[in-house]
């Protein structure tokens, strides 16, 4: 495992359960710093809004460009939600590397098996659930989620670069911009795969479940 000074991180990946706020947190990165943080926009074959315009809010395109893209393997994620396609093609974190800046991803845990590469350099942040006391649980939705969080924690841990307990959304900020910006000033110990253009997965395991990320609904 290599240290490199001057090594560049492509993408920042938010990992963490659904409803911990990683929504929220990226759009809260790129409104502070928009010259530097960008989110790829997402391709949907559901019919655009009146109010919508192609390539601002979504791209839309038909089932049948949908599926010939993900065949050929251009999609980092998709899903379906209301009879609908949603993914996020590789081209447009693509053109925001282009750009100069950092592409800001809420993903699951699997598409890291695409990210993991020189060309998408990734520092993985996991936004874990807290433990809030004096809370009540009426729904259960809080135990689910810390369920969900313990979960994901002990199966990908190893792939974190960074965990961040989102007990207060200011603190869990600060911390954020805190490390993104140490990561850009100091050499980093990073596996060999990133270093050297080496890939520790394939297109073929594209995951192909529902892409909450992807959807305009609650935080997560």
């Not at 942040?125 to 994901?152: C, K, M, Q, T």
Request: aromatic fraction near 8%; charge should be negative; glycine fraction near 6%.
């Amino acid at each position: 495992v290599p240290s490199l000074a001057g090594y560049r991180r492509k993408t920042l990946v938010l990992l963490g359960a659904h409803g911990v706020g990683r929504r929220h947190i990226k759009n809260t990165l790129i409104s502070l710093q928009p010259s530097r943080y960008a989110y790829p926009i997402p391709h949907t074959t559901r019919k655009p809004k009146p109010e919508e315009v192609n390539g601002k809010q979504y791209f839309f395109a038909s089932y049948d460009e949908m599926m010939a893209d993900i065949a050929a393997g251009e999609y980092l994620e998709y899903g379906t939600h209301e009879d609908a396609m949603y993914g996020t093609k590789l081209e447009t974190i693509r053109q925001i590397l282009a750009e100069g800046k950092v592409a800001i991803l809420d993903v699951e845990p699997q598409a890291l098996k695409i990210l993991r590469v020189a060309e998408y350099s990734p520092y993985t942040v996991f936004i874990e659930a807290p433990r809030l006391a004096n809370v009540h649980d009426f729904d259960g939705s809080l135990e689910r989620l810390i369920r969900e969080s313990d979960l994901l924690k002990a199966s990908y841990k190893h792939l974190f670069d960074l965990v961040l307990v989102n007990d207060d959304i200011e603190a869990t900020m600060a911390r954020l911009v805190q490390e993104m910006d140490l990561i850009h000033e100091c050499p980093q110990w990073i596996p060999v795969s990133l270093a050297a253009g080496g890939c520790c997965g394939s297109r073929s395991g594209l995951w192909e479940s529902l892409l909450i990320s992807l959807m305009p609904e609650d935080d997560d």
